[in-house]
């Protein structure tokens, strides 16, 4: 589906302009943590996130970097027919170590046959000058995309779910970041505990003015394991219906500019480690029932950009 027939721009319509053909991401776990679980920020993390981080898992089971981008590059060729691929490095904050350390890993992936980037998952508090500087040695031969986890622009937020970081950090890490040939993705949780409507437009109209390239949508789904998991059993927290969830994603895609790329509409949480609620795994149910809305407004993204 093309992307004026999806109503908004999505990554894959963006990757085909720019290399002309398919291609995929592959995940990349090196077995980093974050400094909001070691004690540099706070212990614990964010309280939606378990001690996985999003990962596979596979640093733990002793995979290198190669061989998770060889693995994964057989997979998605079969799967997709793609013969180029992103690196993303996901799991935890995967700018969260010495530069010479993740110079070996960004390395080791970028040596693979097919790779043309790298797009790097990562906290806005940590991108000193020196990661800054790496990652923009890269972008002059390769596509490298930094995506910042935000999750909202309400500092009352931040601290509820104990992001360790405030809205004003991450605009400072956007601004230094800039000018430097390095695509920009910032994540947006919907379904924070206190957020209505109102201060999701908010977020979206914020992030929207800061020039950034990308943004990732999630729902605010209950891990086991995780601080949310006990407020949900003690019923301090709900869920958004899947109807609720979609009206709120194309809220947000009305308010993003039409040239803003929209990497991800909703997350893949692992089954198995899924609590609530249900519907989450269903993925296609959720992207289509976006897209319905959307053409039952009659909307599309940036409707909204200059207006709110």
């Not at 010495?98 to 790097?120: H, M, N, Q, R, W």
């Not at 209950?222 to 994603?249: I, N, W």
Request: proline share 3%; aromatic share 8%; net charge positive.
């Amino acid at each position: 589906m093309q992307a004026d027939q999806l109503r908004y721009y999505d990554l894959n319509t963006y990757l085909r302009e720019q290399f002309g053909c398919r291609v995929q991401k592959i995940s990349v776990d090196t077995g980093l943590t974050c400094p909001n679980r070691d004690g540099a920020v706070g212990t614990g993390g964010c309280i939606y996130c378990n001690t996985q981080g999003a990962g596979t898992g596979a640093h733990l089971s002793g995979v290198s970097v190669s061989r998770q981008i060889q693995s994964g590059k057989a997979f998605l060729g079969r799967r997709y027919k793609a013969n180029k691929f992103i690196a993303y490095f996901q799991a935890f904050s995967n700018t969260y170590a010495p530069v010479k350390t993740l110079a070996g890993f960004y390395d080791e992936a970028l040596a693979a046959e097919g790779v043309v980037g790298l797009s790097i998952g990562t906290r806005p508090d940590c991108v000193d000058d020196s990661v800054l500087a790496l990652l923009e040695s890269y972008a002059k031969t390769h596509m490298v995309w930094v995506e910042y986890g935000l999750q909202s622009m309400h500092d009352d937020t931040l601290d509820f779910i104990n992001r360790g970081h405030d809205f004003e950090c991450f605009k400072d890490a956007v601004k230094r970041t800039q000018g430097r040939g390095i695509k920009i993705c910032t994540h947006l949780i919907l379904g924070l505990p206190g957020e209505d409507r109102n201060r999701i437009r908010q977020t979206a109209r914020a992030v929207a003015k800061l020039g950034i390239d990308g943004v990732k949508l999630h729902l605010l789904y209950v891990v086991k394991g995780t601080p949310l998991e006990r407020m949900y059993h003690q019923g301090d927290f709900t869920c958004l219906t899947q109807d609720a969830y979609a009206s709120l994603v194309c809220d947000v895609i009305e308010r993003l500019p039409s040239h803003l790329v929209i990497q991800r509409l909703t997350g893949d949480p692992h089954p198995e480690e899924m609590v609530a609620p249900r519907w989450a795994l269903d993925k296609a149910g959720t992207l289509n029932l976006i897209r319905k809305v959307l053409a039952q407004r009659d909307s599309r993204q940036g409707k909204y950009a200059h207006t709110g």
